[in-house]
């Protein structure tokens, strides 16, 4: 750093024309009107010693050595696992669990729904509060049964009722008429 | 693996057909008036207490029921009513 001393100034006509001058990139005319100015010019001379010192110093890329490489890597890829684990950790809990999650997650889902549907919004008050109203299981065991135990009373009187629905056929009696004491509309 | 994942899906299956059959019933329960409630509660107390052959009978009428046509079971039931409001309104006018 300490031998790097500023830029002589120069011209300022001349400036861009002088760095292009040391890169070689302007015209045939240029370049010659360049050339006469700097045979006349010692400021602008100094200038492109200057770039000519400073210039190959600016762009001479650093030889690093392997192991610092090497190094380069190790912590990129620490730094990479590190910002894995802090992004994911949640994952680390669960990891263990993978292999059973799945099934037992899935079994509960069904038992959850299987709850959910047995003891609906208002059964699950009967459930809380099993006291409060018994129902028989064999009434809830389906539809069928609470229909059944619904309309029990009009299965009983089922011949009686069909015999006075068909008066003028000779009704004939069926077995409904046999049931002890039930039989009749109670 | 593959078989016990067939034994899973059926299982689960079966548990969703029966919570939905319960589920239905439970519908209908609840749906139910306080009235019609007791009702069904107290006929199936009279049907516990019924001797082997007449709940028999009594399954092989509701057999017979469901197999009429609807407008006839309609009728029947409204037949029924007919007679048990007659029958109510004779009770309360002793």
């Known amino acids: 750093m300490k031998n790097r001393a500023p830029l002589a100034s120069a011209c300022k006509q001349y400036e861009e024309d002088l760095v292009l001058h040391y890169y070689g990139e302007n015209g045939q005319d240029e370049r010659r009107k360049i050339e006469n100015h700097l045979a006349d010019c010692l400021s602008c001379r100094s200038f492109l010693d200057d770039l000519r010192r400073l210039l190959p110093q600016i762009t001479q890329i650093e030889k690093m050595p392997q192991s610092f490489w090497d190094n380069y890597y190790r912590q990129t890829v620490a730094k990479l696992a590190d910002y894995e684990e802090r992004k994911f950790s949640w994952r680390a809990f669960f990891a263990p669990m993978r292999m059973w999650m799945v099934p037992a997650f899935g079994t509960v889902v069904a038992a959850v729904l299987v709850v959910g549907l047995m003891f609906g919004k208002d059964n699950i008050k009967l459930f809380v509060e099993p006291r409060a109203e018994k129902i028989p299981q064999e009434i809830m065991a389906d539809k069928n049964q609470l229909e059944f135990f619904e309309s029990m009373e009009i299965i009983e009187a089922l011949g009686k009722l069909e015999a006075q629905d068909e008066p003028k056929t000779e009704a004939t009696p069926t077995d409904s008429t046999r049931v002890s004491g039930n039989a009749q509309i109670v | ?94």
Do not use: C, T
């Not at chain 2, 019933?25 to 509660?41: F, H, I, Q």
């Open chain 2, 1 to 94: 693996m593959k078989k016990r994942k067939m034994i899973a899906w059926v299982l689960g299956m079966f548990l969703l057909l029966m919570a939905g059959q319960v589920s239905a019933a439970s519908d209908d329960w609840r749906n139910l008036s306080p009235r019609e409630k007791d009702r069904v509660l107290r006929n199936y107390q009279r049907w516990q207490n019924l001797p082997s052959q007449d709940k028999q009978h009594l399954r092989d009428e509701w057999n017979r029921w469901q197999q009429l046509p609807e407008d006839r079971r309609e009728r029947l039931k409204q037949r029924y009513n007919e007679q048990r409001g007659n029958r109510d309104r004779d009770r309360n006018r002793d």
